[in-house]
Nanobody
Framework: QVQLVESGGGLVQPGESLRLSCAAS????????MGWYRQAPGKQRELVAR???????NIVDAVKGRFTISRDNARNTVYLQMNTLKPEDTAVYYC???????????????WGQGTQVTVSS
């Protein structure tokens, strides 16, 4: 399993920006599809953005146009750039390495510990 550590969260006012980072361990990072999820109090965890090993991205409608996901394979890092933040973006944000098969080998799912993002005036 790849180990993931998120960072970059904090307290910001509406309209401000944050960039979250997810640092991954190991040499197998490049084969994983990666995603960012978030979980607000009292709600289930939801997908925010996803990027495949080939760099194809998917952004959910709720944050489309404001958030961008990217990856730097040389640094074993995935980023979530969050612009024009809104109070409803407040949540714990989690990085995910998606389980799956690659070259007939199975790679298990992996999650980071999460980083808190609070958007409040």
């Amino acid at each position: 399993q790849v180990q993931l550590v998120e960072s970059g969260g904090g307290l910001v006012q509406p309209g401000e920006s944050l960039r979250l980072s997810c640092a991954a361990s190991g040499s197998i990072f490049t084969i994983y599809h990666m995603g960012w999820y978030r979980q607000a109090p009292g709600k289930q965890r939801e997908l925010v953005a996803r990027i495949t090993r080939g760099g194809i991205t998917n952004i959910v409608d709720a944050v489309k146009g404001r958030f961008t996901i990217s990856r730097d394979n040389a640094r074993n890092t995935v980023y979530l750039q969050m612009n024009t933040l809104k109070p409803e973006d407040t949540a714990v944000y989690y990085c995910n390495a998606e389980k799956g098969y690659y070259n007939s080998r199975y790679y298990p799912d992996s999650w980071g510990q999460g980083t808190q993002v609070t958007v409040s005036s």
